[in-house]
């Protein structure tokens, strides 16, 4: 099934954009008469009808409007240090994407090795897993924040930062409380300083492991994203 990102719209007749009009007409070869799935971004789910194939401004016929499509009843944020090779922040960035995820934000920390992403080309690679993987959310990506600022700014009840230091057995998967909104810091390959893992403990984030093996940023990443998705199922 192929999915077409649009704004969300009350009307009978939606156009879309000039880039989803090209995906839609010239790469995929849609023509007038074919039905297409839509989602807005905000939970909207649509199903409609191509009644003017043009690669530059296609027009489509609504049939059907879901609203809260696959709406979650918990809200997780992930603040992940960008890898070196950005080629692997966009992997967890996409797989988060696919598996649930509402909020991530690009952390920079005292040991990281990149202190700058594009987030242009990152919202991009959004874009695309949301409409791959038939989510009607799209994920919040927020501007790289410094370690500090962003400790200091969340008011979650569930907070929680991933640390090579603590044991094996104080686990994401035994602190989190199921259906309840959730902040998870992961840190660079050098993980957190211990002045960072102080900060985030006086501003009561837990610290807590993701399993016995030592792990990259992007696989941690994507680890404490799946834990707390299973929990809420």
Not at 77 to 94: G, M
Not at 170 to 192: A, C, M, Q, T, W
């Amino acid at each position: 099934m192929n999915i077409f990102l649009i704004n969300p719209s009350e009307e009978t007749f939606i156009q879309l954009s000039e880039e989803e009009s090209a995906h839609c007409v010239r790469v995929l070869r849609h023509k007038s008469g074919d039905e297409i799935s839509m989602v807005d971004g905000v939970g909207g789910f649509y199903k409609g009808k191509i009644i003017h194939a043009d690669a530059r401004e296609c027009t489509v016929n609504v049939l059907e409007r879901a609203k809260d499509f696959g709406k979650r009843n918990y809200n997780l944020h992930i603040a992940v240090a960008p890898t070196k090779n950005i080629d692997r922040f966009e992997w967890f960035i996409e797989k988060a994407t696919e598996i649930g995820i509402d909020e991530i934000t690009p952390l920079i920390c005292e040991h990281s090795e990149r202190r700058e992403v594009k987030i242009e080309r990152l919202n991009k690679v959004i874009v695309a897993a949301m409409k791959q993987s038939i989510k009607a959310y799209l994920p919040k990506l927020n501007e790289a924040l410094s370690f500090k600022d962003f400790v200091s700014i969340q008011s979650s009840s569930n907070k929680f930062i991933c640390s090579c230091e603590v044991g094996k057995d104080v686990l994401l998967k035994n602190l989190y409380h199921r259906n309840s909104d959730v902040v998870i810091l992961v840190g660079p390959e050098g993980d957190f300083s211990k002045e960072e893992t102080e900060a985030a403990k006086k501003s009561d984030f837990k610290m807590v492991s993701l399993g016995g093996s030592r792990l990259r940023t992007e696989t941690a990443g994507v680890i404490a994203c799946n834990t707390i998705q299973l929990i809420n199922q």
